[in-house]
């Protein structure tokens, strides 16, 4: 048994539940090597640990980094300048806004997408980083060298609903700089921000409906308008 293999078993065994895992090796649970065997036998995907050198740096910063992360796709783009965008369901004035920001990223080819499974964003044709906030099996194949699929969960795992903000921790710490629009009181807004600038991250507002702006520390968010504007706001 090595550590890569502990920390699998406890990950398939827990079903990625963080929380789980981590009291499994604080507490020294036995580990069964013959049932890890059968669980990984179900794998329909590959897995990176926090052991190995190909985990993304940026989780190693954060709160609760996940133990082992499944994935599908192509895992070299973890080494580009990352950029996430964050909405909720936009209005037409704010999706236009978002298309032309993402129109100018991928004539730029400076930054890969980083962006929530669930987010409501178009599939654009740019290179992408999504993050499910459920079992990694949901994702069919990936046979695009363009996409990276992660998920803390393995299998058709569904966590529980309370748990599902949980996963913007992973989307702020993969990205460099984070770009949120059309942001409001809710939950998975609050979560986004929060790990955001927790992380010390460089966080954007684009457009003019963003509710939390005012309530949140602004000399942590930076108003833009456009893409090109990223580099300019400091």
């Known amino acids: ?23 499994a090796l604080s507490n020294k649970e ?11 036998e179900q794998l329909d995907c590959q897995y990176i640990s926090i052991f190995d050198e190909e985990y993304p740096s940026g989780l190693r910063k954060i709160n609760c980094p996940p133990f ?14 990352t950029l996430c ?3 909720p369901e ?8 978002l298309n032309q920001f993402v129109d100018d990223m991928i004539e730029d080819d400076e930054f890969v997408l980083v962006k929530p499974h669930r987010s409501s964003l178009d599939d654009y044709a740019v290179k992408t980083i999504k993050i499910m906030d459920r079992g990694i099996s949901f994702y069919g194949d990936v046979d695009n060298i363009n996409t990276l699929v992660f998920s803390e969960y393995p299998y058709y795992v569904e966590p529980p609903k309370k748990y599902l903000p949980f996963s913007y921790r992973i989307v702020s710490g993969l990205a460099d700089k984070i770009v949120m629009a059309q942001c409001y009181d809710t939950n998975e807004d609050i979560m986004a921000l929060a790990y955001a600038i927790e992380q010390n991250k460089d966080v ?27 580099e300019s706001a400091v």
């Not at 082992?68 to 300048?81: A, R, S, T």
């Not at 936009?90 to 806004?97: A, D, G, K, R, V």
């Open 204 to 230: 954007y507002m684009i457009g003019n409906e963003y509710e939390l702006y005012d309530i949140l520390n602004q000399q942590k968010i930076k108003h833009i308008e456009n893409y090109g504007e990223l």
């Open 90 to 97: 936009s209005n037409h004035s704010t999706q236009e806004l």
């Open 85 to 87: 965008l964050i909405t």
């Open 68 to 81: 082992v992360l499944f994935y599908k796709g192509n895992i070299d783009l973890l080494d580009e300048k």
């Open 30 to 40: 036995k580990f069964d090597g013959e049932a890890l065997c059968k669980m990984k």
């Open 1 to 23: 048994m090595n550590i890569r293999d502990l920390v699998l078993y406890f990950a398939l065994k827990y079903e990625g539940d963080f929380n789980r895992i981590y009291d």
